[in-house]
């Protein structure tokens, strides 16, 4: 039998991480775990308590009473919170523009960590964030880092607004990104940025067959 490997995908927002790990892991029968989705959750439940976002003691007990469950199905995943099912409204701007606060405390990302490497133990797992490669699972048999121009990044989330019918401005979207990316490259704890031993792959002029394919051929390579 094959040998199970752990894949690591990292990138700033919109650089096509969770797209094409869903494929890799259809491809291969392996589970797909999207840690973002956990700090939105987490976002999302701080902000229903209407809690200060910047206290890490309270942030920290909003996520010790969280059990976050990521459900793959054919339509995608489904990410449940305490038996809730926030799959849709995680997505929402005001999530988006406040989880980059929430994901700087120490204490939520060392909690978040060991959940996020149970779902790993046995091997055969994509995941995709922003540390997975150089903290969640640094032992991991490959390692992506995946990047593309803010220009780029805006428009593939204007597309996807204008797609669904939501209004979309596309220098706000461009800003928030920004925004965001500097947030995460720059806190202190397990910021964005390539592990030394990542391949990475600029998606700018790439469709996402193309970076699939990049993938699988360093996955073949590696097996
Ligand atoms: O889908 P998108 O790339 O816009 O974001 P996401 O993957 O859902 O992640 C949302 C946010 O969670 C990021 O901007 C980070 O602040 C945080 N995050 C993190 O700090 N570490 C991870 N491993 C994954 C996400
Ligand atoms: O997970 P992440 O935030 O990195 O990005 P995504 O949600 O996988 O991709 C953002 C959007 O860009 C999706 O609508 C993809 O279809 C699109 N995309 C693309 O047009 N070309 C690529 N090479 C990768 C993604």
Redesign the pocket.
């Known amino acids: 039998m094959k040998k199970k490997l752990s894949i690591a995908i990292d990138g700033?927002?919109?650089?096509g991480?969770?797209t094409v790990a869903k494929i890799i892991a259809e491809h291969y029968s392996y589970i797909y775990i999207?840690?973002?989705?956990m700090?939105?959750a987490l976002t999302y439940k701080a902000l229903q308590e209407d809690i200060d976002l910047h206290d890490e003691e309270k942030v920290a007990n909003v996520l010790s009473r969280l059990n976050i469950e990521l459900h793959p199905t054919v339509d995608g995943q489904i990410v449940m919170v305490n038996d809730e099912n926030v799959t849709e409204i995680i997505r929402s701007n005001e999530v988006?523009n406040n989880?980059?606060i929430v994901?700087m405390h120490s204490q939520v990302r060392e909690e978040m960590l060991k959940r996020q490497r149970q779902f790993a133990t046995e091997g055969g797992v994509v995941m995709?964030?922003?540390?997975?490669g150089t903290h969640?699972l640094p032992d991991a048999e490959v390692k992506i880092f995946l990047k593309a121009s803010v220009e780029e990044r805006a428009n593939r989330r204007h597309q996807e607004n204008q797609k669904k019918g939501y209004s979309s401005d596309f220098e706000q979207l461009k800003q928030e990104i920004a925004n965001?990316d500097k947030?995460?490259s720059e806190r202190e704890i397990?910021p964005l940025k390539k592990a030394e031993d990542a391949i990475e792959i600029d998606t700018t002029a790439l469709s996402i067959l193309d970076v699939v394919k990049k993938i699988e051929d360093y996955i073949v390579e590696r097996l």
């Open positions: 700033p927002a919109a650089a991480k969770s999207d840690t973002g989705a700090y939105r988006t989880v980059s994901a995709d964030g922003r540390d997975i969640v965001r947030l995460d397990a």
